[in-house]
């Protein structure tokens, strides 16, 4: 029961296009959601959240944005460097502040094409 | 600040022999997950400490996989006996809980295991 899809297992964009990677939930308790970054050979990384109460979330050249209606959310990068190739992780959790348990998709690498 | 450390980073076992797995968190982080990545897949839940008890093991195959965190600081992950399936890479993360406020998760680098 896999409950944070990334459905894209991956993606090519060119250096200084936009990427748009994208992950859907099934569970409703979710209402707090991650992307974290991973090079191989390292942990993962936190990226940028969103809460539940919002629909966009930026830092810098990440924006994250959020559908609750569809529970489907996306991360843009723009414009897209060569140090942005690796694989991104979508994750999620319930309302438990202070006691977060993540479950993640199965990850999207991104490939930037310099 | 240093990061979560665990160790070893790769070890390859025969099927039915016995690993174990250290991770030290990051200082002060009173939370510590263990997680199992299969090539493929998404990092899932094994076993969630907060200092030295136990909050959440639901996911911990309990017939072969065992987690201690005695003294609330370093844990330990032992696998006995290994299967096939067991090859994954095993990432510790810690964060600190703050009451009415989100937490960022901090993973180490993830220790690779081969089960042959």
């Known amino acids: 029961d896999q409950q944070v899809k990334q459905n894209s297992p991956s993606l090519s964009v060119q250096e200084g296009r936009i990427s748009i990677l994208n992950c859907d939930y099934t569970?409703?308790?979710?209402?707090?959601f991650l992307w974290y970054k991973k090079y191989p050979a390292e942990g993962p990384t936190f990226l940028i959240s969103i809460s539940s109460i919002k629909d966009k979330n930026e830092d810098g050249r990440f924006t994250v944005f959020l559908n609750k209606s569809a529970k489907h959310l996306s991360l843009h990068i723009v414009p897209s460097q060569p140090g942005d190739s690796a694989v991104y992780f979508c994750?999620?959790?319930?309302?438990?502040?202070?006691?977060?348990?993540?479950?993640f998709g199965t990850g999207t690498r991104l490939t930037i094409i310099p | 600040e240093a990061g979560v450390a665990q160790s070893p980073r790769y070890k390859i076992i025969e099927k039915r022999q016995s690993v174990a797995f250290w991770c030290n968190p990051i200082?002060?982080?009173?939370?510590l997950y263990w997680y199992q990545q299969i090539l493929g897949q998404g990092p899932k839940l094994l076993i969630q400490?907060?200092?030295?008890?136990?909050?959440?093991d639901s996911q911990l195959p309990k017939d072969r996989f065992s987690a201690e965190r005695l003294k609330g600081v370093d844990s330990t992950l032992k696998i006995q006996p290994a299967k096939l399936e067991d090859s994954a890479v095993y990432l510790c993360?810690?964060?600190?809980?703050?009451?009415?406020?989100?937490?960022?998760?901090?993973f180490g680098e993830g220790s690779w295991l081969t089960v042959v």
């Open positions: 400490f907060q200092n030295n008890g136990v909050v959440d």
């Open positions: 993360a810690s964060s600190i809980p703050r009451t009415g406020r989100r937490n960022t998760i901090y």
């Open positions: 994750a999620a959790t319930p309302s438990n502040f202070g006691n977060e348990k993540l479950t």
């Open positions: 569970n409703s308790m979710f209402d707090y």
């Open positions: 200082s002060g982080h009173a939370t």
